[in-house]
């Protein structure tokens, strides 16, 4: 048992999502040069293989499982949530990518109470009102910038919260080295299909970026899993949106991006209504710590 220390936590939180932000930054210089499906096949297979021998050590009897079904549909919701987040970093705002991403917390207590039957306690109704209200800043429907990118980021967000009341299914009955395994091999898998349509040949100088695709990745989720070992969820999680703060910075630097005012707006509320999101329902549930996939999750 690790004693309760919210600081080192909270350290763990930061440094993972800094990760994850390099992580991106990475994915939206690789899309440049490389269609969507080859970067999110390489970030599987490299994760994979970066995983291997942590998952490889319990032994071919431990990942027997009977909820071969649940496991898979929570591994492609996962993916597709991969897909709708790689292809909306390489087409927006590197910190807008990030964000819409990482509304996933106010679609989690729905999507929890669908396929879970966790109840929805009415105390999450306006922290969620209040982040959808930063969404359509976001959006800007009105302004005639509602693209189909931008709504592909979103669905990235609700992908990740159906893939994360997934894991919580799971973990009823499920130890998370198996989730995490079944993930992992399902997302290789069916990435590698669209190669043999969409295959073309990394130039030398993109094969480092997808390695550090890979193992940043999956660094960034070993930090992240330490920070929710360190701390509750309720405490440390809301420590994770500094990601969006390291994608901002990033993509000033490399990208000259400055959010407009609505943006700004939008994204101050949306991060707001998530931290309010994961501390009043993290009050009332006490997920087991997580192997999270990055998607954002």
């Known amino acids: 048992m690790h004693p309760h220390n919210l600081p080192r936590g909270a350290a763990y939180m930061l440094a993972a999502g800094l990760l994850f932000a390099v992580t991106a930054a990475l994915i939206k210089l690789v899309s440049a040069n490389l269609p969507n499906e080859m970067v999110v096949f390489f970030r599987n297979v490299i994760g994979l293989a970066a995983l ?25 919701t996962g993916l597709a949530a991969m897909y709708c987040y790689f292809y909306a970093i390489a087409h927006l705002p590197l910190a807008e990518a990030v964000l819409l991403n990482y509304s996933a917390p106010l679609f989690i207590p729905l999507a929890a109470l669908l396929w879970v039957g966790e109840p929805f306690s009415h105390r999450l109704w306006w922290p969620i009102g209040i982040g959808f209200i930063g969404i359509a800043l976001i959006l800007k ?10 709504l592909l980021g979103l669905a990235a967000g609700i992908f990740s919260a159906l893939a994360m009341a997934g894991i919580r299914r799971l973990a009823h009955t499920e130890p998370a080295t198996r989730i995490v395994f079944y993930f992992s091999l399902t997302s290789t898998a069916v990435s590698a299909l669209p190669l043999v349509w969409r295959w073309q040949t990394p130039a030398a100088g993109l094969w480092l970026q997808l390695l550090l695709i890979g193992v940043l990745s999956t660094a960034a989720q070993i930090l992240m899993t330490r920070a929710y070992i360190h701390a509750p969820a309720a405490q440390v999680g809301p420590f994770s949106y500094g990601i969006v703060v390291f994608a901002g910075l990033l993509g000033w630097a490399l990208w000259a991006e400055v959010p407009d005012a609505l943006s700004l707006g ?32």
């Open 52 to 76: 291997a021998p942590w998952l490889l050590r319990r032994g071919p009897k431990y990942f027997a499982t009977r909820h071969l079904g649940a496991h898979l549909v929570r591994a492609l």
């Open 266 to 297: 939008g994204a101050l509320l949306v991060v707001v209504a998530g931290v309010l999101t994961i501390r009043i329902g993290g009050r009332e549930t006490a997920p087991a710590p997580e192997l999270p996939d990055g998607t954002p999750r």
């Open 141 to 150: 429907p009105g302004l005639s910038l509602f693209t189909p990118v931008a």
